[in-house]
């Protein structure tokens, strides 16, 4: 099992010197899933929700928590993110909205926290928005669905992982 890095050999947390890395092509999917009941799920789609446009609203904010992640996240390096996109797949037969978001950088770290967060927080303004409607959504299956670049190379989670059905 691979070293903890944020930790030094005091058992400290520390952020890692990234000052000798070499440049990469970044790029990392993630993605979760709200679900809620049918008519929460229809009135989303038919863009039916008195507060506006629930998918594009969530967009912007997936999007804007990416450029944002450094600021939430402790040890997470500033980087330049060059692309941050969120889509998403509504799936009828189970009322779940499934969100996938893809950042990509050309820097000396990852971009898999700043993904993870931009699904994150676009699930939680879908929940914002809609919360008056039905409280009982569910954010689930939060996961890196895909990661390029730098020295660890390429991961591609398994299907199976973790019980976790990603795209």
Known sequence: MP?????????RVRMVDVGDKTPTHRKAVARASISMTPETFEKIISNA????????????????????????????HPIQIRHAGIDFTPDAAIHTINIIATVQAFDVTGVE???MTAVTV???TIYDM???HDRAMTISDI?????SGGKS???????????????
């Open 113 to 115: 926290m700043e993904a």
């Open 130 to 132: 809609c919360k008056s």
């Open 49 to 76: 929700v008195i507060k506006g446009n629930v998918l594009e609203t969530a967009r912007i904010a997936g999007i804007m928590a990416a450029k944002k992640t450094p600021g939430l996240i402790p040890m997470c």
């Open 122 to 124: 676009a699930a939680l």
């Open 3 to 11: 070293e903890f890095t944020h930790m030094d050999e005091k058992g």
């Open 153 to 167: 190379g390429v991961f591609v989670r398994d299907r199976l992982s973790h019980n976790v059905e990603c795209l």
């Open 143 to 147: 996961c890196l669905v895909e990661k």
